[in-house]
């Protein structure tokens, strides 16, 4: 157990459905990111919030649309997704120092394993 | 830019034998260093880490030194077990991650 939880644990959904997966934190980090970890490639990091605010987005299409409503929660909205997309979604939380924007251990949910059919 | 290049596995060893994976880094100034373990079917969870120069990062036998000189962090376990069966992952502090190292213990 982590202190970050995420649901669901499994999703299937076709290209037309719209569906979110969650994240929550019970460490009291200010910053929580998501990546996406497909077979036989590096974990790529997807959106990266300190303090609420969006910090980055490395070149995610736009069918993927996260959302941060406060520090503790986290959510990835999908829309139109390819079946390219399966992959484990992770979310992770942090401390960070806000003036030296230096990260420390990150601690990781167990990921949602999406399939798109 | 930054950038982590990790060892290709997948490794496979037998029980009792010595592992190490390496990872090398480019960074600009002095990074903290990081590996992270994954077990089937859960997310990533620190092993161990290191903040500067030198410094030994230690956690259940496994053990990394940052070597500024060489630029690595090489992981090490003197005697493996079937339960370090995993995916491990070298970092670095700018949530850059190696591709991951996937190690079988064999009985």
């Known amino acids: 157990e982590t202190g970050v939880t995420q649901t669901p644990r499994h999703l299937v959904m076709g290209m037309t459905n719209k569906k979110s997966l969650k994240c929550e934190q019970h460490?009291?980090?200010?910053?929580m990111y998501w990546y996406k970890q497909s077979a036989k490639k590096p974990l790529e990091l997807m959106f990266v919030?300190?303090?609420?605010?969006?910090?980055e987005n490395n070149s995610v299409p736009s069918r993927f649309s996260p959302e941060c409503p406060n520090s503790s929660h986290l959510f990835l909205h999908l829309h139109t997704l390819q079946p390219e997309d399966s992959a484990l979604y992770l979310c992770?939380?942090?401390?960070?120092?806000?003036?030296?924007?230096?990260?420390?251990?990150?601690?990781f949910g167990p990921g949602t394993r999406l399939t798109v059919l | 830019g930054n950038s982590v290049t990790q060892m290709e596995g997948p490794v496979t060893l037998s029980e009792e034998a010595f592992l190490t994976i390496n990872c090398t880094y480019t960074a600009t100034g002095y990074p903290s260093l990081f590996w992270y373990v994954q077990y089937p079917g859960e997310g990533l969870q620190l092993l161990l880490k290191?903040?500067?120069?030198?410094d030994k990062g230690s956690n259940k036998g496994f053990e990394a030194t940052y070597r500024k000189e060489t630029t690595s962090f090489h992981l090490e376990k003197g005697s493996v077990q079937v339960s370090d069966s995993a995916v491990y992952f070298c970092a670095l502090n700018d949530m850059r991650f190696g591709a991951g190292t996937r190690l079988t213990v064999k009985p």
């Open positions: 290191a903040t500067k120069a030198d």
């Open positions: 460490l009291g980090h200010n910053a």
């Open positions: 919030y300190n303090f609420k605010e969006q910090t």
């Open positions: 992770a939380s942090s401390q960070v120092a806000r003036l030296a924007g230096e990260v420390n251990e990150q601690f």
